[in-house]
Nanobody, 121 residues
């Protein structure tokens, strides 16, 4: 059974930083791309970053967020710097169906429960 558990969310002031972690179990972690998505209240779930064969970022986070993974720890990270109030959302990690990274939520088949990130102005 695949499980993804996010951690590291919280409340931070604008301009601050947070590091999210997502620990995976029940799969051969190194065989799959991992992605981060976010969803603000009343809005659609949006792609933030992915890592597999290379990395990919959403336009709104390029240059501020960095995705990385530690295959020995079955963990993917999202380092978020220069945070803005518009980054406020629930952040989800997800497992891709291969090592190819895409921005489409439908290309990810397992999801964590999410972690809240709130950026105050």
């Amino acid at each position: 059974q695949v499980q993804l558990v996010e951690s590291g969310g919280g409340l931070v002031q604008a301009g601050g930083s947070l590091r999210l972690s997502c620990a995976a179990s029940g799969l051969t972690f190194s065989n799959y791309a991992m992605g981060w998505f976010r969803q603000a209240p009343g809005k659609e779930r949006l792609f933030v970053a992915g890592i597999g064969y290379g990395t990919q970022y959403g336009n709104s986070v390029k240059g501020r967020f960095t995705i990385s993974r530690d295959n020995a720890k079955n963990t993917v990270y999202l380092q978020m710097n220069s945070l803005k109030p518009e980054d406020t959302a629930v952040y989800y990690c997800a497992t891709g169906r291969s090592l190819w990274v895409t921005a489409m939520a439908t290309d990810y088949n397992y999801w964590g429960q999410g972690t809240q990130v709130t950026v105050s102005s």
